[in-house]
């Protein structure tokens, strides 16, 4: 499978954890997105990369919350003194844009929990 | 900003009647358009775009959609829906690195 890839695909953890996620884009893809979804809502931007950069950030994106993405190729999303308004489903996605067009392909998510 | 309003929180259809789903963006220029579909508990597939060209847009699964200028709308069709069509529709806009997304719209389908 050559897809996005995302692990854990879920995460349980108790409040004031800390939590790492990982995502693995399309080999061949140089962006990379992370969203939050929570229940009954479409995804919510949070940051993306382009190669090893980071280029923009959400103001959802609390100071709690860290990404990185080293080497240009997979990215983990930190997540720091978790809250119970932090449980969402965090999806990846990748691409790879051409002057036409750009079209995101998205990860299986990583569901998390905050007990 | 642009913007994505999917008027229909949920539709339900019976197997083999056809479905639209709506959408309407906003946004003063022609954005990049998406529809996505999500299984419960699943990441998003695409099912089609629309970046410019032939307003209608065929995607996998039988589904197709038309783009529509004069009224601000990308709405999703399928002649015929199975069972397994079951799922969270979301329709989505691009343009200059910023994705929105509607809030979905789940479809329930009766046998």
């Known amino acids: 499978d050559t897809g996005v890839s995302q692990d854990p695909r879920h995460k349980i953890t108790k409040r004031g954890q800390n939590v790492t996620f990982r995502c693995d884009p399309i080999s061949e893809h140089n962006r990379l997105y992370w969203y939050r979804q929570t229940l009954g809502q479409g995804p919510e931007f949070l940051t993306y990369?382009?190669?090893?950069?980071?280029?923009?950030k959400s103001r959802l994106l609390s100071d709690r919350f860290s990404a990185e993405r080293p080497k240009g190729s997979f990215s983990t999303l930190e997540i720091q003194r978790t809250e119970q308004g932090d449980s969402a489903m965090y999806l990846c996605?990748?691409?790879?844009?051409?002057?036409?067009?750009?079209?995101?392909?998205f990860g299986p998510g990583t569901r998390l929990t905050v007990l | 900003a642009q913007s994505v309003t999917q008027p229909d929180i949920h539709i339900t259809v019976s197997e083999g009647a056809s479905l639209e789903l709506r959408c309407n963006y906003s946004?003063?220029?022609?954005?990049?358009l998406f529809w996505y579909v999500q299984s419960p508990g699943q990441g998003l597939q695409l099912l089609l775009k629309?970046?410019?060209?032939?307003?209608l847009v065929q995607g996998i699964k039988g589904f197709e959609a038309e783009f529509k200028r004069s009224q601000s709308s990308f709405n999703l069709r399928k002649p015929s829906v199975h069972w397994s069509d079951a799922a969270e529709y979301f329709c989505a806009t691009y343009n200059n690195n910023d994705m929105r997304f509607g809030a979905g719209t789940r479809l329930t389908v009766k046998p």
């Open positions: 990369f382009q190669n090893e950069a980071q280029l923009e």
């Open positions: 946004y003063g220029a022609t954005p990049y």
């Open positions: 629309y970046f410019s060209g032939d307003t």
């Open positions: 996605a990748s691409s790879r844009p051409t002057t036409s067009s750009d079209t995101q392909y």
